[in-house]
């Protein structure tokens, strides 16, 4: 038998791993289901998508009438269950009255994007190319955060949010209560002001990519059979049975990511980004593991560097199954 402390660093090691594991299957369900709004999309409305599939399980590109419709649904049980934990703060109400009494912009408060809340979202202002986005950023999120957002736990949640939004080619601010004086509010608002403001079809595609990921993080099988006209689960069975002849479309399925980018090629050096898409957790995660020992880094210079085998090695050192388990 082990110390006390040594008895105590195993089982932290052992709840890290198991969350490690239970974030990644959630990862992989995802993937899959991203994979395959991704060909729905790829398709004119109403024709059949994946057409080597049997017909029952080809799914076919829903109208935005019905998304929005199940989203509505969706965000009302979230507000709901939440509805202690979402009560608007004194800060975020002074905001929003400023906001409201001098501009003219349409937004929305506690705002769910694929399964997370968001203070303010505005679905009409873009911004031009910059170096963090890539390329265009189609939507901006506001969040107003208090001292507990300096907590550990919080700052994992944080990060999650940025990517999520970062993928999905949405801005985000963030405001500490501490921040939110009269004048910083007024450059707040003449910065919305300023803004470029996005057409009702660019706006209409931000709205659909919202739907999409919120739908795909929170609905069930039988509701995605219902929104997609296919035997969903059925067809999540058929693509994992494929994926496991086929290693190109194992790639295909891991390379999908929220709102549709792709990592092109496998590197043997990745940054914590690609990193984190590489194992199927979220950078907050990844970082973690990388702080206690679990996960093996470099440095160059000031940033952390991965190799993709020691990834590969983490992987496959944590099996779920024999032969026939359900891996992508």
């Given at each position: 038998?082990?110390?006390y ?18 974030e990644?299957?959630e ?21 059949f ?9 080809r799914?076919?590109?829903?109208p ?6 199940q989203?509505e ?42 399964g ?15 170096e ?46 501490i ?7 007024i450059?707040l ?11 009702s079809r ?5 709205r ?9 993080s929170r ?11 296919c ?23 891991g ?13 043997e ?12 957790i ?42 026939n388990?359900?891996?992508?």
């Amino acid at each position: 038998m082990g110390t006390y402390e040594e008895n105590e660093m195993k089982e932290t090691n052992r709840e890290i791993l198991n969350e490690f594991m239970a974030e990644r299957s959630e990862a992989k369900k995802l993937a899959v289901r991203r994979y395959i709004i991704s060909m729905v999309e790829a398709v004119p409305t109403n024709e059949f998508a994946l057409p080597h599939y049997p017909e029952k399980l080809r799914p076919i590109r829903p109208p935005s009438e019905l998304l929005k419709m199940q989203y509505e649904q969706l965000t009302t049980g979230l507000n709901m269950f939440y509805s202690e934990a979402r009560q608007r703060t004194f800060y975020e109400r002074q905001i929003e009255q400023f906001i409201t009494d001098s501009t003219n912009l349409s937004f929305e408060t506690n705002t769910w994007i694929g399964g997370r809340n968001f203070d303010f979202f505005f679905d009409s202002i873009g911004g031009d190319v910059c170096e963090e986005y890539g390329e265009r950023f189609k939507g901006l999120a506001i969040e107003v955060d208090g001292p507990i957002h300096d907590t550990q736990a919080k700052m994992g949640k944080d990060l999650t949010k940025q990517e999520l939004l970062h993928s999905l080619d949405i801005a985000m601010i963030t405001i500490e209560n501490i921040d939110v004086n009269h004048q910083q509010i007024i450059q707040l608002c003449q910065s919305l002001k300023e803004a470029p403001r996005l057409d009702s079809r660019a706006r209409g595609r931000v709205r659909r990519k919202v739907y999409l990921e919120t739908i795909l993080s929170r609905s069930s099988d039988d509701m995605l059979s219902f929104i997609f006209g296919c035997d969903f689960k059925g067809l999540t069975k058929e693509i994992k049975k494929r994926s496991k002849q086929n290693s190109c479309l194992k790639v295909e399925i891991g390379l999908v990511q929220p709102g549709g980018s792709l990592i092109i090629e496998e590197k043997e050096w990745l940054n914590s980004d690609q990193a984190a898409n590489y194992v199927g957790i979220s950078k907050a995660s990844l970082l973690n593991l990388a702080s206690l020992g679990k996960i093996k880094y470099y440095k160059f210079g000031r940033r952390n560097r991965y190799r993709t085998d020691d990834l590969k090695e983490l992987l496959l050192a944590q099996p779920r199954g024999g032969s026939n388990g359900n891996q992508i």
